[in-house]
């Protein structure tokens, strides 16, 4: 028993040193080491073996994944293409609907495949005009673009070039498009949800009276906002989008491809909007970018790879797997604590998938169901306040986290964990364990 407290202790060391802003690089490391000294493993083999495997081999799988994930989001930004979306879409519901035009836009660009935080940076400034215009308080910017970004739009509904569904296939050889029927389920029953709720939180702040308030640097972002996306067809800037996925779930495509060709199309399309000299520069942010996020990511997976190799880890493991009743329950469990305790929805499933999955397979369990169930999972706890995404969006909104993680919290976290173990109870009458 004392190993596996072993093991919630490094676990909410990673917390805690996240939440205190330290580097999730380092954290993972020290984490790994505390774990390897109190679990009787020899320190040294631990970091040099254990955890570089774990890490190395993560990179290896996704590094390029990542970075043409990254450039496909920086292209859309560049030329102005995602911002004429999110433009569009928030003109199109009106100043009465403003703020579901901006949650939609999120989800529109994230199912796109564009990266969660690619997606605040553009929207924010669109939020703040459309904000503006509706006389909404700013403290709601943040959860209405989590809302969009973090959730399901990513998760449940199948076809998504987003880095979080593609991991599973790596490891359990489905498809983009494991488990459609649930995922769309899912997926139509949480945006119902994000909806009323984003909608009742704007109406909340109407009748207090609460409206739009702008200091000296938000009006600098107000007239820069004007400018996005100008020039930029809508609906040709939604082609990339398109192209990508039919290439995914139609022609089942190699996503490194999907994704290279819709940089390639949305560059071509929008040319114009592309300076030539500063193409390299696009190319070096990218690949920088999808770096910095693909080792950082295969860091956590690093400790979590010490973390399966102590003794903490098997008796837990086989307690979850033996626990009775429902596997996909346990399994729900066990993705979405280690995506909370790594703060990375991305981190904690690539750890499920490698060392948990194969055996509830082995047990009979869908891999569909497993790959559907795994990614809403493992977006339950990820979004915790010492998250790095979570910290980013408020610091680009110019807010605390008392000012606006209450909303962040029942979007990303409360209604997203409701889903999933609704998902749960729905794929298991879908997909029976046999």
């Excluded at 169930?373 to 807010?399: E, K, N, Q, R, W």
Aim: proline share 3%; glycine share 10%; hydrophobic share 55%.
């Amino acid at each position: 028993m004392l190993q596996v407290l072993f093991v919630f202790f490094t676990l909410a060391l990673v917390i805690f040193l996240v939440f205190k802003k330290w580097n999730i690089i380092l954290v993972s490391i020290v984490a790994a080491a505390v774990l390897a000294i109190l679990d009787g493993q020899n320190i040294l083999t631990a970091l040099t073996d254990t955890f570089m495997s774990g890490a190395s081999t993560y990179v290896k799988n996704f590094f390029l994944l990542f970075c043409v994930s990254a450039l496909f989001g920086k292209v859309m930004e560049e030329t102005g293409a995602a911002a004429a979306i999110a433009k569009w879409l928030t003109k199109l519901l009106g100043e009465k609907f403003a703020i579901l035009g901006v949650f939609f836009a999120g989800m529109l660009l994230t199912y796109g495949g564009i990266s969660a935080l690619v997606i605040a940076f553009t929207m924010y400034p669109i939020a703040l005009a459309v904000f503006k215009s509706a006389n909404l308080p700013r403290r709601l910017i943040p959860g209405v673009i989590a809302a969009g970004c973090f959730t399901f739009a990513a998760t449940a509904f199948p076809g998504t070039p987003q880095t979080i569904n593609l991991i599973p296939p790596q490891y359990i050889g489905t498809t983009v498009n494991a488990a459609p029927v649930l995922g769309i389920i899912c997926g139509l029953i949480g945006t119902f949800l994000l909806v009323i709720y984003v909608y009742h939180e704007g109406s909340v702040a109407r009748k207090k009276g609460e409206g739009f308030e702008a200091d000296e640097k938000t009006i600098k972002i107000l007239a820069e906002a004007e400018k996005l996306g100008d020039g930029v067809n809508p609906i040709l800037a939604l082609v990339p989008i398109i192209v990508i996925i039919v290439l995914l779930v139609a022609a089942k495509m190699n996503a490194h491809i999907a994704l290279l060709i819709g940089s390639i199309l949305c560059a071509v399309l929008f040319h114009k909007n592309l300076k030539l000299s500063g193409i390299q520069d696009l190319l070096v942010a990218a690949i920088g970018s999808g770096t910095n996020a693909v080792i950082t990511t295969g860091c956590i997976v690093g400790y979590g790879t010490v973390v399966s190799a102590s003794a903490g880890y098997a008796i837990l493991s086989d307690a979850l797997i033996h626990m009775g009743g429902n596997p996909l329950v346990s399994f729900g469990i066990a993705t979405t604590v280690l995506a909370g305790a790594a703060g990375s929805g991305t981190g904690g499933l690539a750890i499920a998938m490698s060392n948990i999955a194969p055996e509830y397979i082995a047990m009979g369990v869908n891999p569909e169901v497993l790959h559907r169930i795994g990614t809403m999972a493992a977006t339950g706890l990820d979004s915790l306040p010492h998250s790095g995404a979570v910290v980013v969006l408020l610091t680009l909104c110019g807010m605390t986290h008392k000012d606006s993680y209450k909303q962040i919290f029942v979007t990303t976290v409360v209604i997203t964990l409701i889903v999933a173990f609704i998902g749960i109870a729905i794929g298991s009458v879908m997909y029976p364990i046999g």
